[in-house]
């Protein structure tokens, strides 16, 4: 199934994942599926590489539009093929169909009946797939598996995700290959899962900051090459146990891992070579170059994977001139290595704002980072907005004037004013900055403003007007007021917004 196809099918339903309690991951089909969503989520299943058990909850069968006897023998091969351990039926007596399961089966005569007599002892260290029609029991299974339950919640869409990725490769005027920059845990969203997602449908590298952000990769059952950027020579020794491949940015770096490889008896290892073009942070400099040719030369164990370098103004067009000029000193300098070595390497200087803006300088690979999470370079532009950070209404109250709220009486009532609690605070990655009028938030559809100061663990919002009810959902940031805008309230960049959610604050990751 090509990508794009992928992602219009999985655009159909929707399904949600996150951590469970024990080492487990939850996935969760429960919008009214069909049986064909229901393979799908199989398949989903199948490609949770971290877990060799994995067992599939299943809500009342009988009840899943199309459900006959012919798709029980599918299900049944399909997960003897798959090797999932366990099967519940809650709802089912028996299963119809003539092929031998394989996986251990578990009947419940009704939801209720698996619900009242559920242990979470039984789960541990395995992916649960939960799949059926809406209901109490289901929530109660759910909540129950659940590590977090936070009312707080960022919710990534790995859909929007992938569109945004493939708007990026739109923008080449020749392919490249791709890098997917997850650093600091995927720009604060954490989890493993925008990384597996990209390894099985749109990625060819992925890079990180630091080598045990590659050690956690490789532990999680990540094979695509991983560049580590800003690997410390002390990391050296376990960085090529996992087979992770260091950017080299000086002669120090370059002389220790050598020395490394050759205590470990190791030939051929991939390094990448950076460049400083004018961003004066690490790299070689255009006057080390020959220097660096002869080294790499003389240092039979190690292979230049790539050469590149960085943009430090790709976004802000009146530095243009300045770009350019990197874009010049890095194609000379690539191809004096390249012919200095006698070999080809591959050559990446674009980031995510290059790429849209100098769309011609892909050469053979591009990195590609902040974008895949809707930011651009660009006013006008496709990208989709992926993370949105929810929470709930606490308490609602009606004020008088003269009343005050939150600390340090910031906001004085004038008018009969309908408040609500939000249960998210600057502990949850909400800034104090955007209190007292300065940030509105989305209830029912609408926005309403943030008043007074910003507590740790809640915000006080502007009801008035709303017929909004405790227990509401309260987006924080999300597709109208999204971290774009934030950023600029704050003074800030985008990055900041997202490496600032708090590890508290539960992931949920959507497919659909």
Same mark, same amino acid.
């Given at each position: 199934?090509?990508?794009?196809?992928?992602?219009?099918?999985?655009?159909?339903?929707?399904?949600?994942?996150?951590?469970?309690?024990?080492?487990?991951?939850?996935?969760?089909?429960?919008?009214?599926?069909?049986?064909?969503?229901?393979?799908?989520?199989?398949? $989903?299943?199948?490609?949770?590489?971290?877990?060799?058990?994995?067992?599939?909850?299943?809500?009342?069968?009988?009840?899943?539009?199309?459900?006959?006897?012919?798709?029980?023998?599918?299900?049944?091969?399909?997960?003897?093929?798959?090797?999932?351990?366990?099967?519940?039926?809650?709802?089912?007596?028996?299963?119809?169909?003539?092929?031998?399961?394989?996986?251990?089966?578990?009947?419940?005569?009704?939801?209720?009946?698996?619900?009242?007599?559920?242990?979470?002892?039984?789960?541990?260290?395995? %992916?649960? $797939?939960?799949?059926?029609?809406?209901?109490?029991?289901?929530?109660?299974?759910?909540?129950?598996?659940?590590?977090?339950?936070?009312?707080?919640?960022?919710?990534?869409?790995?859909?929007? &995700?992938?569109?945004?990725?493939?708007?990026?490769?739109?923008?080449?005027?020749?392919?490249?290959?791709?890098?997917?920059?997850?650093?600091?845990?995927?720009?604060?969203?954490?989890?493993?899962?925008?990384?597996?997602?990209?390894?099985?449908?749109?990625?060819?590298?992925?890079?990180?900051?630091?080598?045990?952000?590659?050690?956690?990769?490789?532990?999680?059952?990540?094979?695509?090459?991983?560049?580590?950027?800003?690997?410390?020579?002390?990391?050296?020794?376990?960085?090529?146990?996992?087979?992770?491949?260091?950017?080299?940015?000086?002669?120090?770096?370059?002389? $220790?891992?050598?020395?490394?490889?050759?205590?470990?008896?190791?030939?051929?290892?991939?390094?990448? $070579?950076?460049?400083?073009?004018?961003?004066?942070?690490?790299?070689?400099?255009?006057?080390?170059?020959?220097?660096?040719?002869?080294?790499?030369?003389?240092?039979?164990?190690?292979?230049?994977?790539?050469?590149?370098?960085?943009?430090?103004?790709?976004?802000?067009?009146?530095?243009?001139?300045?770009?350019?000029?990197?874009?010049?000193?890095?194609?000379?300098?690539?191809?004096?290595?390249?012919?200095?070595?006698?070999?080809?390497?591959?050559?990446?200087?674009?980031?995510?704002?290059?790429?849209?803006?100098?769309?011609?300088?892909?050469?053979?690979?591009?990195? &590609?980072?902040?974008?895949?999470?809707?930011?651009?370079?660009?006013?006008?532009?496709?990208?989709?907005?992926?993370?949105?950070?929810?929470?709930?209404?606490?308490?609602?109250?009606?004020?008088?004037?003269?009343?005050?709220?939150?600390?340090?009486?910031?906001?004085?009532?004038?008018?009969?004013?309908?408040? %609500?609690?939000?249960?998210?605070?600057?502990?949850?990655?909400?800034?104090?900055?955007?209190?007292?009028?300065?940030?509105?938030?989305?209830?029912?559809?609408?926005?309403?403003?943030?008043?007074?100061?910003?507590?740790?663990?809640?915000?006080?919002?502007?009801?008035?007007?709303?017929?909004?009810?405790?227990?509401?959902?309260?987006?924080?940031?999300?597709?109208?007021?999204?971290?774009?805008?934030?950023?600029?309230?704050?003074?800030?960049?985008?990055?900041?917004?997202?490496?600032?959610?708090?590890?508290?604050?539960?992931?949920?990751?959507?497919?659909?």
């Amino acid at each position: 199934m090509s990508r794009r196809n992928y992602f219009t099918f999985m655009a159909e339903f929707k399904i949600e994942q996150q951590e469970g309690i024990n080492n487990c991951t939850v996935l969760l089909n429960r919008h009214y599926p069909d049986v064909s969503s229901v393979f799908a989520s199989l398949e $989903l299943l199948s490609r949770q590489r971290m877990y060799a058990e994995k067992t599939v909850v299943l809500f009342e069968p009988d009840r899943l539009s199309g459900y006959n006897k012919n798709w029980w023998q599918k299900v049944a091969a399909f997960l003897n093929d798959k090797g999932i351990k366990r099967l519940v039926l809650a709802g089912m007596r028996n299963t119809p169909t003539s092929v031998p399961l394989r996986a251990k089966v578990e009947h419940h005569l009704s939801p209720a009946g698996f619900a009242n007599n559920f242990t979470t002892g039984k789960f541990k260290n395995e %992916a649960i $797939l939960i799949c059926g029609h809406p209901s109490d029991e289901m929530e109660q299974i759910l909540q129950q598996l659940q590590n977090k339950t936070h009312n707080t919640v960022l919710e990534v869409n790995l859909n929007s &995700l992938g569109e945004n990725v493939e708007y990026f490769r739109s923008c080449l005027e020749t392919p490249a290959k791709l890098i997917a920059v997850v650093k600091a845990s995927c720009y604060g969203i954490g989890s493993f899962d925008i990384p597996f997602f990209l390894e099985d449908h749109q990625a060819d590298l992925f890079a990180v900051a630091y080598t045990d952000e590659g050690v956690e990769l490789r532990e999680a059952g990540i094979k695509l090459p991983v560049l580590v950027m800003s690997p410390d020579p002390d990391s050296f020794f376990r960085l090529t146990d996992y087979d992770l491949e260091p950017e080299l940015f000086s002669f120090r770096g370059l002389t $220790l891992f050598n020395r490394v490889l050759q205590n470990k008896g190791i030939e051929n290892y991939p390094v990448h $070579l950076k460049l400083d073009t004018g961003m004066h942070r690490l790299g070689f400099l255009p006057c080390e170059v020959d220097r660096l040719i002869e080294e790499c030369k003389k240092l039979e164990r190690i292979t230049v994977r790539s050469v590149f370098s960085h943009l430090s103004v790709a976004d802000e067009p009146q530095h243009d001139e300045f770009t350019l000029e990197q874009f010049g000193k890095f194609a000379g300098l690539s191809d004096r290595i390249e012919k200095g070595l006698g070999y080809p390497v591959l050559r990446h200087i674009l980031n995510s704002p290059g790429i849209e803006r100098f769309p011609g300088y892909g050469f053979d690979m591009i990195r &590609l980072g902040i974008g895949m999470y809707g930011v651009s370079a660009l006013e006008n532009n496709t990208l989709q907005n992926v993370c949105t950070l929810k929470s709930r209404i606490s308490r609602i109250k009606h004020l008088q004037p003269g009343d005050s709220v939150g600390y340090g009486r910031k906001h004085r009532v004038s008018r009969p004013q309908k408040i %609500a609690v939000g249960a998210a605070g600057y502990a949850d990655g909400l800034n104090r900055k955007l209190g007292n009028g300065n940030w509105e938030v989305i209830v029912k559809g609408k926005p309403v403003p943030v008043i007074g100061n910003i507590c740790m663990d809640s915000c006080i919002i502007d009801i008035t007007g709303i017929d909004a009810c405790e227990g509401d959902e309260v987006i924080l940031f999300g597709e109208s007021n999204n971290i774009i805008k934030m950023a600029d309230v704050l003074e800030t960049i985008p990055y900041e917004v997202l490496t600032g959610v708090s590890r508290r604050v539960r992931r949920v990751f959507v497919r659909g």
